[in-house]
């Protein structure tokens, strides 16, 4: 039998490793009919994708077992017995996973990149072109449900614009994005209410969000275009961006430079007496080596320790007072190895899709997340009209019902789907 393998995930000078077994998702998930089950589909997408094909891209077959490799063909057997509908692929992403496997240069056993390269034969002679299809961000549990863009207004423009405002945010919450600078309007969620509370508001580590907005609207941060969520009775979150967090050399803790202009500073001191722990975010935009390849993710909580105040000069070669948070994170909580899997390969086909969104509304190619815009390599097809109109109404969901679904898989299979462990 091959040796168990293991993933390193490198995050700075820290190294993970992923657990050295891998649990195969059981084939035996099926529906009434004794096909493939929705779920079953999902589960099966988020192992090949998350925990295999890291495997695979590290040393090739070599690194699956003999059990992983007899698993998978047989649920690729099973799954060319199930009748899958269009909403199934766009619930469960197993195209995406079939895509993976078949994609050129693919270093996975041969036998199973032909039978996964005939599934996909199948599944678009049936639907069409699978590569531009999309969950629909927008639909009712869909990570951006509830929100949306109303400009990006300079103050002038703003105050210009002041009595649409009005109109448009009646019994809604106005929210200006620290990332892009830009207004939403969020309907729906508990944002106003529960944000403002000490504690993680019920959200896990490693959840993760495509805009702020969104975060805004499930409670976790305010609605405000400061990185400090707080109010007169103290500060209760943190979202990091571009170069707010200076590294320690020491796991667990970091320290924060607040923005001058924040008013949320003040209160942030005030944790360090309270001992109140605030919870922490980080932003695609951090420069930092925690920062998530997109959106943003939450981190866990952590405690205030102590804070510091200098007079420095600006980049305009202005004095400038500078505030510096020290923060060391609770123990008592998921470690960062469950942080650092996410944003998992769902979160970033949906990443993409808003950025092919937001692109398309200013009428540009997408930018490219690591390369700048006059980079070859940051341009990308736009998806045509008729792949636009075959955008579904289901989706993977935002982190409050990703929750529960993770928990129903730690649950049947006794481990995550980023801890998954192998029985061979």
């Excluded at 040393?59 to 690729?76: D, Q």
């Excluded at 003040?266 to 722990?277: E, I, K, Q």
């Excluded at 866990?300 to 004095?319: C, I, K, P, Q, T």
């Excluded at 944003?343 to 509304?361: G, I, N, T, V």
Aim: negative net charge; proline residues 5%; glycine residues 8%.
């Amino acid at each position: 039998m091959n040796a168990q393998p293991t993933v390193q995930i490198r995050v700075g000078p820290q190294v993970y490793q992923r657990p050295t077994i891998l649990v195969t998702p059981p084939a035996t998930l099926v529906s009434r009919d004794m096909a493939l089950s929705r779920d079953a589909l999902r589960c099966w997408s988020r192992w090949i994708r998350d925990t295999l094909a890291p495997l695979v891209a590290e040393n090739g077959e070599e690194n699956l077992s003999p059990t992983n490799v007899a698993n998978l063909k047989l649920f690729l057997n099973d799954l060319r017995e199930t009748f899958v509908e269009l909403d199934d692929l766009k619930f469960s992403r197993i195209h995406n996973a079939l895509i993976e496997i078949s994609s050129p240069r693919s270093r996975w056993p041969h036998d199973i990149v032909r039978e996964a390269k005939v599934l996909l034969r199948s599944l678009e002679k049936k639907f069409g072109s699978l590569r531009e299809l999309r969950a629909d961000l927008w639909a009712v549990g869909g990570r951006l449900e509830g929100v949306m863009k109303v400009g990006g207004w300079t103050e002038t423009e703003k105050y210009e614009n002041e009595g649409f405002h009005k109109e448009l945010t009646q019994g809604r919450s106005l929210v200006v994005s620290k990332t892009s600078e830009a207004y939403y309007v969020v309907e729906g969620g508990m944002g106003p209410l529960k944000s403002l509370n000490f504690g993680d508001n019920g959200c896990g580590v490693g959840a993760w969000w495509v805009e702020p907005a969104a975060a805004h609207r499930d409670g976790i941060i305010h609605n405000s275009q400061h990185g400090i969520t707080a109010d007169a009775f103290g500060a209760y979150a943190i979202l990091m961006t571009a170069n707010e967090e200076i590294p320690t050399g020491v796991d667990g803790i970091t320290r924060y430079r607040a923005s001058p202009t924040d008013p949320g500073r003040f209160r942030l001191m005030n944790n360090v007496a309270s001992r109140d722990p605030v919870r922490v975010l980080r932003s695609w935009g951090l420069i930092s080596q925690w920062a998530p390849k997109a959106g943003l993710r939450y981190d866990g909580m952590y405690r205030v320790a102590g804070h510091g105040v200098r007079l420095s000069v600006n980049a305009f070669g202005e004095d400038e007072w500078q505030y510096t948070f020290n923060l060391e994170r609770e123990p008592d909580q998921a470690s960062m190895d469950k942080a650092v899997c996410h944003p998992s390969a769902d979160e970033l086909d949906d990443w993409r899709d808003y950025q092919r969104f937001k692109a398309s509304e200013r009428g540009e190619d997408l930018v490219s997340l690591l390369f700048g815009a006059d980079s070859p390599k940051s341009r990308v097809l736009m998806p045509d009209e008729r792949d636009v109109q075959r955008t579904g109404s289901v989706d993977s969901g935002y982190h409050s019902r990703r929750q529960s679904e993770q928990q129903e898989e730690v649950d049947y299979f006794g481990k995550s789907a980023c801890h998954a462990v192998d029985g061979s």
